[in-house]
């Protein structure tokens, strides 16, 4: 909820020692404090298309040595996923959704401070139906079932919490935490329509309890020199629960019955993360800045996988206006914690759920070399210019797929991986006038599919084998860019976009061809009001996709794309917020 967020920074690149695991980017976010806030609340409600309501209430607050900020939402509305088809408004796609945060801190002494944070979610969804689709089975004495009808819902549970002290002993600065995550999905099928549809309809049901002990350190080295040092551990235990009915099948996996059999296929997993990372930032004269470290990492499922990382990281302020940067990172990222075991494979043989068991079915650690290297330059005070470039030579690298009905993701591996990209950013900023500007070009493709290979059909995987083909979320062109213009202190007005150039889908080969390039224009309008008694009361009126176009984001074709997707269709929003 961004409602909880003072600052972000994004972080991506080549990444210094101190983040692992999860290195894709990281999401550097300040919560809002009551410390800074003072004493105070906020009420608002935002309603539109789609019959979206969505109300919201924070308060915050301190007092000599406690300090705290609460917030909570609560929205509906009629489009929570992506619609499969084109039409303005879906089918069968309401949403619920409920969430909370909270922080609160106390001031030990003035080098101390512990703090806890947490959160909760609760999110109930309809999956949205395509109309029109063909039954390819028969149940009982059933041979038609209208696709408009189906009812299949999910429900994600997620909750975590963090109780953390941070201090200085002598000159070392230092932050200390524990913490919990617990989420879980519930999928419920339409069990008829889902059998006639796809010969399967299961009950599916994940959870994950994650245990964290995290410490960092951080000290000065004379002058020039800052060390850090920090370890990292994480305890997970994982339940996956699936209460499928299928239809036997014959030899050649035909329906050889209308009468569906139940299969229960459950297991439960523990996964074990440990880290460990020393870097020092050394400060060259006033120009340069060299980041050294080396991480360890190692991570225990049904097999171990541990790897030594060094990262490098170069920064030179060639000007009082132009920076350049190159780095290099060695990345160990661990799968999810799944795993598909060749006895629950063998439960669906002879069943229209029936696939090949080629044996490695468990996901793989990826392992990478990134190498990265910008410049950033001032034009002026109010123009920033970038351009950032990036290779990503990668071993067992990890993919995520839609496997069925169900949202959920289940990771596989591709035996190698590149991945490369230009990247061009603009900012300007000069009074009331700011706007922003963002091109990336890329290219990511993968060879030879090794670990859960039966999701695919075979053909697919005799093709990857001996060829690099593009990954399913590759676009070779990406931009983003929005103005905002301040006609006095209480209005506002701005317009932003998105430009996609396709993602990918089946062309003669898997992922061989792209979709239609796709352009997304929004615009709004803020305005604060202002009464003798009432105080300021801040309004916003939001009109996404303006333009109205219809555009497909997935077609339901291409390496573990699991449905087609639309983009928006054109949405009017209006927001009111209250402060007091």
């Given at each position: 909820?961004?409602?909880?967020?003072?600052?972000?920074?994004?972080?991506?690149?080549?990444?210094?020692?101190?983040?692992?695991?999860?290195?894709?980017?990281?999401?550097?976010?300040?919560?809002?404090?009551?410390?800074?806030?003072?004493?105070?609340?906020?009420?608002?409600?935002?309603?539109?298309?789609?019959?979206?309501?969505?109300?919201?209430?924070?308060?915050?607050?301190?007092?000599?040595?406690?300090?705290?900020?609460?917030?909570?939402?609560?929205?509906?509305?009629?489009?929570?996923?992506?619609?499969?088809?084109?039409?303005?408004?879906?089918?069968?796609?309401?949403?619920?959704?409920?969430?909370?945060?909270?922080?609160?801190?106390?001031?030990?002494?003035?080098?101390?401070?512990?703090?806890?944070?947490?959160?909760?979610?609760?999110?109930?969804?309809?999956?949205?139906?395509?109309?029109?689709?063909?039954p390819q089975f028969g149940y009982l004495d059933t041979v038609d079932f209208d696709s408009a009808n189906l009812d299949e819902r999910q429900r994600e549970n997620t909750r975590f919490g963090v109780l953390a002290l941070q201090g200085k002993l002598g000159s070392t600065d230092y932050q200390v935490s524990v913490g919990q995550r617990y989420?879980?999905?519930?999928?419920?099928?339409?069990?008829?329509?889902?059998?006639?549809?796809?010969?399967?309809?299961?009950?599916?049901?994940?959870?994950?309890?994650?245990?964290?002990?995290?410490?960092?350190?951080?000290?000065?080295?004379?002058?020039?020199?800052?060390?850090?040092?920090?370890?990292?551990?994480?305890?997970?235990?994982?339940?996956?629960?699936?209460?499928?009915?299928?239809?036997?099948?014959?030899?050649?996996?035909?329906?050889?019955?209308?009468?569906?059999?139940?299969?229960?296929?459950?297991?439960?997993?523990?996964?074990?993360?440990?880290?460990?990372?020393?870097?020092?930032?050394?400060?060259?004269?006033?120009?340069?800045?060299?980041?050294?470290?080396?991480?360890?990492?190692?991570?225990?499922?049904?097999?171990?996988?541990?790897?030594?990382?060094?990262?490098?990281?170069?920064?030179?302020?060639?000007?009082g206006s132009t920076t350049v940067h190159a780095g290099y990172s060695r990345y160990f990222t661990p799968p999810a914690t799944e795993m598909i075991a060749s006895s629950n494979i063998a439960k669906f043989d002879g069943t229209t759920n029936a696939v090949s068991d080629m044996g490695n079915n468990t996901p793989l650690a990826e392992r990478?070399?990134?190498?990265?290297?910008?410049?950033?330059?001032?034009?002026?005070?109010?123009?920033?210019?970038?351009?950032?470039?990036?290779?990503?030579?990668?071993?067992?690298?990890?993919?995520?797929?839609?496997?069925?009905?169900?949202?959920?993701?289940?990771?596989?591996?591709?035996?190698?991986?590149?991945?490369?990209?230009?990247?061009?950013?603009?900012?300007?900023?000069?009074?009331?006038?700011?706007?922003?500007?963002?091109?990336?070009?890329?290219?990511?493709?993968?060879?030879?599919?090794?670990?859960?290979?039966?999701?695919?059909?075979?053909?697919?995987?005799?093709?990857?084998?001996?060829?690099?083909?593009?990954?399913?979320?590759?676009?070779?062109?990406?931009?983003?860019?929005?103005?905002?213009?301040?006609?006095?202190?209480?209005?506002?007005?701005?317009?932003?976009?998105?430009f996609g150039s396709g993602l990918r889908k089946d062309g003669d080969v898997p992922n061989g061809a792209s979709l239609p390039a796709y352009f997304q224009l929004n615009l709004n309008l803020s305005h604060d009001f202002a009464f003798d008694r009432f105080g300021k009361l801040h309004t916003q009126l939001a009109v996404l996709n303006v333009?109205?176009?219809?555009?497909?984001?997935?077609?339901?074709?291409?390496?573990?794309?699991?449905?087609?997707?639309?983009?928006?269709?054109?949405?009017?929003?209006?927001?009111?917020?209250?402060?007091?």
């Open positions: 909820d961004a409602r909880t967020i003072d600052n972000v920074k994004l972080l991506d690149g080549a990444l210094p020692a101190q983040y692992g695991l999860r290195t894709a980017a990281v999401v550097d976010i300040t919560t809002k404090s009551g410390h800074d806030l003072g004493n105070g609340g906020s009420v608002g409600i935002t309603g539109g298309s789609n019959g979206t309501l969505n109300p919201n209430a924070s308060v915050w607050g301190s007092n000599d040595r406690w300090s705290w900020f609460f917030t909570g939402n609560y929205l509906e509305n009629d489009a929570g996923i992506e619609n499969p088809t084109s039409s303005k408004k879906p089918v069968h796609d309401h949403t619920n959704q409920v969430k909370g945060f909270g922080d609160v801190s106390y001031l030990i002494d003035n080098d101390t401070r512990l703090s806890f944070l947490f959160g909760v979610a609760n999110n109930r969804f309809q999956i949205p139906n395509n109309p029109n689709q063909t989420s879980r999905l519930a999928y419920a099928p339409d069990r008829i329509g889902e059998l006639m549809f796809n010969g399967i309809a299961s009950d599916v049901t994940r959870s994950n309890r994650a245990s964290t002990l995290q410490a960092d350190f951080a000290m000065p080295l004379g002058d020039r020199h800052t060390l850090r040092y920090g370890i990292y551990g994480s305890f997970e235990r994982a339940v996956s629960g699936n209460d499928a009915w299928v239809f036997p099948a014959d030899a050649d996996g035909n329906q050889a019955s209308t009468t569906p059999i139940n299969i229960l296929d459950n297991s439960r997993l523990t996964a074990k993360t440990w880290s460990a990372y020393v870097q020092d930032e050394w400060s060259i004269g006033d120009k340069w800045t060299l980041n050294y470290g080396l991480r360890g990492d190692r991570y225990q499922l049904v097999r171990t996988e541990s790897q030594l990382s060094p990262r490098l990281g170069l920064v030179w302020q060639a000007t990478s070399d990134y190498f990265d290297a910008g410049i950033s330059q001032n034009l002026g005070s109010a123009w920033t210019v970038g351009v950032d470039a990036y290779y990503r030579k990668v071993q067992r690298l990890q993919d995520e797929g839609q496997f069925g009905s169900a949202l959920v993701y289940s990771t596989f591996n591709y035996a190698a991986g590149r991945v490369k990209g230009l990247e061009f950013t603009v900012n300007y900023e000069q009074g009331p006038l700011s706007a922003y500007f963002n091109a990336s070009l890329g290219k990511a493709v993968g060879k030879r599919i090794v670990t859960s290979q039966y999701n695919f059909a075979p053909d697919d995987l005799a093709y990857v084998n001996d060829h690099w083909i593009f990954l399913d979320h590759d676009q070779k062109l990406t931009s983003s860019g929005g103005i905002h213009y301040a006609l006095d202190d209480s209005t506002g007005v701005g317009a932003d976009y998105l333009l109205d176009r219809t555009y497909e984001l997935r077609d339901g074709s291409g390496i573990g794309v699991g449905a087609p997707q639309f983009g928006p269709r054109r949405g009017v929003y209006l927001s009111v917020q209250k402060d007091f």
